[in-house]
């Protein structure tokens, strides 16, 4: 059986793309059953179109930047009756706060494009020029209460070249990210992370079990 995984986005979808792409290819034996976006006019809602699956707008009026209210149930209640195991934010734009952590202890993951704990928060590729680093990179983690502040589980790094603009940078990134995030999905899935305060470790070898409750 695959793996029930859910998907919240907010723009573009190119991280949800890859993931469907991997599933299709067989390199990710999960099924995203459902995705949520809080903005309409999501490109992401399409894709999710596109590949066949459950895709749904759910506004949240009361904040703009984070998940409360009736909004934050209507999300609850629908990845609840999908049998969702696994929460994926994709470019999903808004602080999820306690009654969604708790519903979804420790299974839920974020793509940052930063090698965090540098550049949390918005625009972390425009951060990371200014800073003027040399490198830079994405991150897999684990969501808590801390924005950006999760244990790590994978990150892949870049360099940053003097002739650099956010554009391009990002685009570097993009493509790590495109591939991280589906194996760190999949190792979640095979059951090989340990976590041991902040460190995830990944066990490796044979297939342990499937994380499924
Ligand atoms: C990605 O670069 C992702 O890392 C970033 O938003 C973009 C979404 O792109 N997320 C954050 O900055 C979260 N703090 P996508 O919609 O094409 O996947």
Same mark, same amino acid.
């Given at each position: 059986?695959?793996?029930? *995984?859910?998907?919240?986005?907010?723009?573009?979808?190119?991280?949800?793309?890859? %993931?469907?792409?991997? %599933?299709?290819?067989? !390199?990710?034996?999960?099924?995203?059953?459902? @995705?949520?976006? /809080?903005?309409?006019?999501?490109?992401?809602?399409?894709?999710?179109?596109?590949?066949?699956?459950?895709? $749904? $707008? *759910?506004? #949240?009026?009361?904040?703009?930047?984070?998940?409360?209210?009736?909004?934050?149930?209507?999300? %609850? +209640?629908?990845?609840?009756?999908?049998? @969702?195991?696994?929460?994926?934010?994709?470019?999903? &734009?808004?602080?999820?706060?306690?009654?969604?952590?708790?519903?979804?202890?420790?299974?839920?993951?974020?793509?940052?494009?930063?090698?965090?704990?540098?550049?949390?928060?918005? /625009?972390?590729q +425009?951060?990371?020029?200014?800073?003027?680093?040399?490198?830079?990179? #994405?991150?897999?983690?684990?969501?808590?209460?801390?924005?950006? &502040?999760?244990?790590?589980?994978?990150?892949?790094?870049?360099? @940053?070249?003097?002739?650099d603009?956010?554009?391009?940078l990002s685009?570097?990134?993009? !493509?790590?990210?495109?591939? %991280?995030?589906?194996?760190?999905?999949?190792?979640?899935? =095979?059951?090989?992370?340990?976590?041991?305060?902040?460190?995830?470790? *990944?066990?490796?070898? =044979? +297939?342990?079990? *499937?994380?499924?409750?």
């Amino acid at each position: 059986m695959k793996f029930p *995984i859910g998907v919240l986005v907010s723009g573009r979808g190119s991280n949800l793309e890859a %993931i469907l792409l991997h %599933i299709k290819e067989g !390199k990710l034996n999960a099924e995203v059953v459902a @995705v949520i976006s /809080d903005r309409e006019d999501a490109r992401a809602l399409k894709i999710a179109e596109d590949y066949g699956v459950d895709a $749904y $707008y *759910i506004p #949240c009026l009361e904040k703009k930047t984070v998940l409360v209210g009736e909004a934050e149930k209507k999300y %609850i +209640k629908q990845f609840k009756e999908k049998g @969702v195991k696994l929460i994926i934010l994709a470019g999903f &734009m808004r602080i999820l706060k306690k009654p969604f952590l708790d519903a979804f202890n420790g299974r839920i993951m974020n793509i940052h494009p930063a090698l965090l704990p540098s550049f949390k928060g918005l /625009d972390a590729q +425009k951060q990371a020029l200014e800073y003027g680093v040399k490198i830079s990179g #994405c991150t897999v983690h684990f969501v808590d209460a801390g924005v950006d &502040m999760g244990p790590v589980i994978l990150q892949e790094s870049v360099p @940053v070249y003097d002739s650099d603009s956010v554009d391009s940078l990002s685009q570097r990134i993009l !493509k790590h990210e495109h591939e %991280i995030y589906s194996r760190a999905i999949q190792l979640f899935i =095979e059951g090989r992370m340990k976590i041991e305060d902040r460190r995830v470790r *990944i066990l490796s070898g =044979e +297939k342990k079990k *499937i994380n499924s409750d």
